[in-house]
């Protein structure tokens, strides 16, 4: 399976997903790490994603080719990250035939109702350990 981890700005959440993402299924799947920057690829790759890229067209010609694409919200909204993901990108994501599983967290004016706050490494091992897992099993 080829799991897209998309992320911007310093790439933390990425790197934090994709850490625990070896942690759980070691080699068993290629992880793709796709930064809207090249800082945020650079510590995707640091978390051990197999292959990264950065920046629009790496993403915009990547995204239709994953299996599944993990991420926060953010990427699927049109100039969030402080504008680093474009309309074109945003687009692309929300377009791809692979199934999204996106953490609920957001620096943009936007809110999700009825969702209790959960600290970071929570969500990602919710993302990880439960949702991946689920959809891996359906695949």
Do not use: F, W
């Amino acid at each position: 399976m080829r799991i897209g981890v998309i992320d911007g700005q310093g790439g933390g959440i990425g790197a934090a997903i994709i850490k625990r993402l070896k942690e759980v299924y070691q080699e068993d799947h290629e992880v793709i790490a796709l930064g809207t920057n090249a800082v945020a690829t650079a510590q995707m790759l640091k978390a051990r994603a197999n292959r990264g890229a950065s920046g629009e067209n790496a993403i915009v010609r990547t995204v239709p080719t994953l299996d599944v694409i993990l991420g926060c919200l953010s990427i699927v909204l049109a100039n969030s990250m402080m504008g680093e993901v474009t309309p074109r990108m945003a687009e692309a994501i929300a377009s791809a035939p692979a199934p999204k599983i996106l953490l609920p967290l957001t620096q943009e004016r936007v809110e999700i109702v009825g969702l209790a706050p959960e600290p970071l490494p929570h969500l990602v091992e919710k993302i990880v350990s439960q949702r991946l897992k689920e959809l891996i099993k359906h695949v």
